[in-house]
Nanobody
Framework: QVQLVESGGGLVQAGGSLRLSCAAS????????MGWYRQAPGKERVLVAR???????NYADSVKGRFTISRDNAINTVYLQMNSLKPEDTAVYYC????????????????WGQGTLVTVSS
């Protein structure tokens, strides 16, 4: 079993910053891409930022220049530094990983974290 554990959410005023962390654990052969998605009330889950194991990144247009995704491959952890937060960034943020399990490394599987709530007040 592979698990993702997120942390770092909370309440912040507009213009403030938060840093989210997501650690992967379990029977992992390798992790390909890791990413952050968010889901606001009444809306679909959407991509925020994604990073490959080689360090290539892509971001949603709405967060470019404000959010930075990074990862530490040695500890299977991905981070999301969120600056200049806006009320519209309020959502549950979910971590996602595409990985290959130890038992069957020829397979590529996906796993989600439980989500962490970010609330930005105006």
């Amino acid at each position: 079993q592979v698990q993702l554990v997120e942390s770092g959410g909370g309440l912040v005023q507009a213009g403030g910053s938060l840093r989210l962390s997501c650690a992967a654990s379990g029977s992992i052969f390798s992790i390909n891409a890791m990413g952050w998605y968010r889901q606001a009330p009444g809306k679909e889950r959407v991509l925020v930022a994604r990073i490959t194991n080689g360090g290539s990144t892509n971001y949603a247009d709405s967060v470019k220049g404000r959010f930075t995704i990074s990862r530490d491959n040695a500890i299977n952890t991905v981070y999301l530094q969120m600056n200049s937060l806006k009320p519209e960034d309020t959502a549950v943020y979910y971590c996602n990983a595409d990985y290959r399990p130890k038992t069957t490394p020829q397979m590529s599987l996906g796993v989600w974290g439980q989500g962490t709530l970010v609330t930005v007040s105006s």
